[in-house]
């Protein structure tokens, strides 16, 4: 007996403790709103030529540019991390922006790449003049700019009232954070942090359906 508790304080725990300090657990209560009510982006239109509404939709927001192939990988690290998780849930969408030309590189990327990985039905490509994405990117009210192709390596969570979500203000520690956007280069801070704040937001949602008497829609 003596013996099984020495291995399990050697071997076991530290793993435990690995695993719940790496889990990145948001200490917000909710996810604090960065900019409400942003613009909708209905009048634009993707690959087929539908309109993509950000309104009723928990969406992953996203600037690719004109360089697509730049932010292959990028795109992948998203489509496994995140997108995968919650692909099958119906109010759940991935809509990246990018400048009208680059229509001949994103079916040449879905062609060769990302279809590799399964199922794109809730990721949408929307295009726009760049003046538009300049204008709708500022409107959004971020810290953070685009590059001079109109990218920018970092998603953002809207909630399906359009709402931009991030951590701002202090946490239950005291502790001032700042988080508009996860960087899709960074594994950790998807794996970490934006998984940890999606949790949030989708927790919501359930709340809501449940308050609505609505709790037949699986998540």
Do not use: C
């Not at 530290?14 to 709103?33: D, E, R």
């Not at 990327?109 to 990302?114: A, E, F, G, H, R």
């Not at 001079?148 to 203000?169: H, S």
């Amino acid at each position: 007996m003596k013996k099984n508790v020495v291995l399990f304080v050697l071997f076991v725990l530290p793993i435990v403790a690995y695993l719940f300090f790496a889990s990145g657990v948001n200490s917000f209560i909710s996810l604090p709103t960065i900019t409400k009510k942003i613009p909708e982006i209905s009048s634009w239109k993707t690959l087929d030529n539908k309109p993509v509404a950000l309104t009723n939709k928990i969406t992953i927001l996203g600037f690719i540019g004109s360089d697509v192939m730049k932010h292959k990988g990028n795109l992948f690290n998203l489509y496994e991390i995140i997108f995968d998780k919650y692909k099958e849930f119906k109010d759940f969408q991935v809509v990246m922006i990018l400048p009208e030309g680059t229509q001949n590189q994103v079916q040449e990327m879905l062609k060769l790449d990302i279809k590799k990985l399964g199922t794109n039905k809730g990721w949408n490509f929307v295009f726009a003049s760049p003046n538009e994405i300049s204008t709708f990117y500022n409107s959004l009210g971020l810290v953070g700019k685009l590059d001079k192709t109109l990218a920018t390596p970092n998603v953002f969570i809207v909630d399906k009232k359009r709402n931009l979500r991030g951590r701002k203000g202090q946490d239950q520690k005291g502790t001032p954070e700042y988080k508009e956007g996860y960087s899709t280069i960074y594994v950790s801070d998807l794996y970490n942090k934006m998984m940890d704040d999606m949790k949030i937001i989708i927790y919501e949602y359930r709340a809501a359906l449940k308050k609505n008497h609505n709790a037949t829609r699986e998540i």
